[in-house]
Structures are given as structure tokens and as C-alpha cells.
């Protein structure tokens, strides 16, 4: 099946220590994006990246850093300096980082502070 | 920022009848997506329209844009117990960053 995963589906994180959520796709994107999503709330970017071995801050990228090694892999990591990391985060990707791209999502992770 | 902004925040309707959303933006754009998010899922695309368009159609959705207002509107016709969701619109201007509303959720009663 194409498509986009995203793992694990639940994460919990202790005080003071860094966690890393995995993205993959099979669907041959060049563009890739995370998102943070409270509830009640819309979606906000984190980070984003048009092709591998680049990416781009995106309006709320304190505390959250990624890398983009390979194509259908784009992991983020929260790092102790966010302060309030828990939400939903959405894993998405488009064939590429254009205008009038339609971005296909991952069914997210959920993240929890212990 | 967010640019898009969704009304109603909810709306409850009884199965076949229609559901109407709206969405409000502020600056130009080059097109508005409208994405579907069943509960503790990911979104779904639903449809695109881009900045010289009216109105398209896809199955039971009809969305229009008037760019003179600033506004789209999503329309459900004949609604379905499975539509029950939160829909959300999305503008991206001219980079490829979209940028998403609150959104609306829907209840639609069976």
C-alpha cells in the first residue's frame, strides 16, 4: 500500500528528555512537512523540506528540530527546550513543494508529557 | 500565522439534510484547499480551488470562492452519518506553505 505511517501512535515523554517521532512514505514525495495540532485548533507548521538533505523552519520551529537524510524519511525530534510538546503532531507530504500541491497526511502521533 | 478562519466553529444536522461551512481569509491567494479530519486521524484532502475559479464540484461537495470577499464555502448536500468530522480550509499565497484554519466540526445525526 502507498501511503504515509507514522510511529508510534502514542509517545510519552518525561521531563527534561528528547523524543523523536518517525515519518515515512512509499509515495516517491520530494516535499515533506510536520505539523502541530492542539485541540480545537488548526494545523500550525513546524518544519518543512523540498528535497533531501534540506529543510526549512516553519512558524513554530522552537524547541522541534528534523533532518532529511533520505527521500521517504523526514523524523522530528521534540527536544527538551519545547516546553509544552504536548499535542497531535501530522507527518504530510506532497510529489513536490509547489503551489497548488495537494499534501497527503500520516494518521499522527500523539504526544504526552509524564 | 492562520489565515484561514472557519464558521461555524460546529454545526449539528440531521442525516440528508446539507451542511454549509464558510471560510474567511485576508490576503491574496493562489488557490484554498479543504482537507476532512475524522477524530484522532490524519486530514484528507477534499478539494482544490484555485484564485481564477468560481465553483467546483466533486460528488456531494460543492465549493465556491469569491476572491472579491475573501471567502469560500463548503456544501455537503445530502449528509450522511459518516461525514461526521471537522473540516478545515487551508490558503497558501505564493510559496508552498499552506496555512490552515481552525475548523468546523460537523455532527451529523442519524
Known amino acids: 500500500d502507498g501511503g504515509i505511517t507514522q510511529s508510534p501512535k502514542y509517545l510519552f515523554r518525561k521531563e527534561g528528555q528528547n523524543v523523536t517521532l518517525s515519518c515515512e512514505q512509499n509515495?516517491?514525495?520530494?516535499?515533506m512537512y510536520w505539523y502541530r495540532q492542539d485541540p480545537g485548533q488548526g494545523l500550525r507548521l513546524i518544519y518543512y523540506s523540498q528535497i533531501v538533505n534540506d529543510f526549512q523552519k516553519g512558524d513554530i520551529a522552537e524547541g522541534y528540530s528534523v533532518s532529511r537524510e533520505k527521500k521517504e524519511s523526514f523524523p522530528l525530534t521534540v527536544t527538551s527546550a519545547q516546553k509544552n510538546p504536548t499535542a497531535f503532531y501530522l507527518c504530510?507530504?506532497?510529489?513536490?513543494?509547489?503551489?497548488?500541491?495537494?499534501?497527503?497526511f500520516g494518521p499522527g502521533t500523539r504526544l504526552l508529557v509524564l | 500565522s492562520q489565515q484561514g478562519e472557519e464558521d461555524p466553529q460546529a454545526l449539528s444536522i440531521q442525516e440528508g439534510e446539507n451542511a454549509t461551512m464558510n471560510c474567511s481569509y485576508k490576503?491574496?491567494?493562489?488557490?484554498l484547499q479543504w482537507y476532512r479530519q475524522n477524530s484522532g486521524r490524519g486530514l484528507v484532502h477534499l478539494i482544490l480551488i484555485r484564485s481564477n475559479e468560481r465553483e467546483k464540484h466533486s460528488g456531494r461537495l460543492r465549493v465556491t470562492l469569491d476572491t472579491s470577499k475573501k471567502s469560500s464555502s463548503l456544501l455537503i448536500t445530502a449528509s450522511r452519518a459518516a461525514d461526521t468530522a471537522s473540516y478545515f480550509c487551508?490558503?497558501?499565497?505564493?510559496?508552498?506553505?499552506?496555512?490552515f484554519g481552525k475548523g468546523t466540526k460537523l455532527t451529523v445525526n442519524p
Open positions: 504530510a507530504s506532497s510529489i513536490a513543494a509547489g503551489v497548488s500541491e495537494t499534501q497527503y
Open positions: 487551508a490558503t497558501q499565497g505564493g510559496s508552498e506553505k499552506l496555512v
Open positions: 490576503t491574496s491567494i493562489n488557490n
Open positions: 509515495l516517491n514525495h520530494d516535499a
